[in-house]
Each structure stands twice: as C-alpha cells, then as structure tokens.
C-alpha cells in the first residue's frame, strides 16, 4: 500500500495557473500508474489525466486537455498537475490515486482500478 498526500491547492482567478503535488511514502511510486480524478460538489467523482509508470503513456480528459499537464518525478516520489488557464468549472477536490502495475505500460481512466487515495485538495477558481 503507498500513502499519498496531495498539495498545492488554493484560490485562483479564471485565467490563473496552479500546480498541484502528490506526494508517496510508504512505497516507491515507480510501479505505479498515477492519476488525478475530481469531484465537485454533488457530483461524481470524474477522471482528470493518468501517467503510466515510466511517464511515456499520458492520457487527458477532453475537458482539460490542452490546458493541464500531469507529470511524475519518481526519484522525488511525487506526481504533479500542472493546471493553466483554470475555468470556473474547474473548481473541485482534486484527488490523486496510485495502481500497481510493476512495469507495464498500462494505465486507466476508471476509478474503480484504484486501490490507494490521497485526502485531496481543493481547488476554487473565481470567475
């Protein structure tokens, strides 16, 4: 099991740029595929990016593709998301969820295949 801890949420005007962290202890995040999901206020829980686990493989969700970035640091144990041109809409309780997958390319957009979940961190952008 690895624990994570996600950082770097905050209050931001449309237009604005943050970039959230999520930090691993407990096991190396190298053989994990990561990702970041949100869930708005009465909402779902929605899918945002994944990075398989050397970072070759990315993959977006249509709504923040373009204009996020996710991206991993496996020496620092830590995977970020890059978020600019933030919308309104974007505001949410960003969480980020690790998989195993030892050294398989594979990753996933369904929240279902994650096991570990960080506490989340949320997100408010101002219009």
């Known amino acids: 099991q690895v624990q994570l801890v996600e950082s770097g949420g905050g209050l931001v005007q449309a237009g604005g740029s943050l970039r959230l962290s999520c930090a691993a202890s407990?096991?190396?995040?190298?053989?994990?595929?990561m990702v970041w999901f949100r869930q708005a206020p009465g909402k779902e829980r929605d899918f945002v990016a994944a990075i398989s686990q050397s970072g070759g493989r990315l993959f977006y969700a249509d709504s923040v593709k373009g204009r996020f970035t996710i991206s991993r640091d496996n020496a620092k144990n830590t995977v970020y998301l890059q978020m600019n041109s933030l919308k309104p809409e974007d505001t949410a309780v960003y969480y980020c969820a690790a998989r195993l997958v030892y050294y398989s390319e594979s990753i996933s957009d369904l929240k279902n295949d994650y096991d570990d979940w960080g506490q989340g961190t949320q997100v408010t952008v101002s219009s």
């Open positions: 407990g096991r190396t995040v190298s053989s994990y595929n």
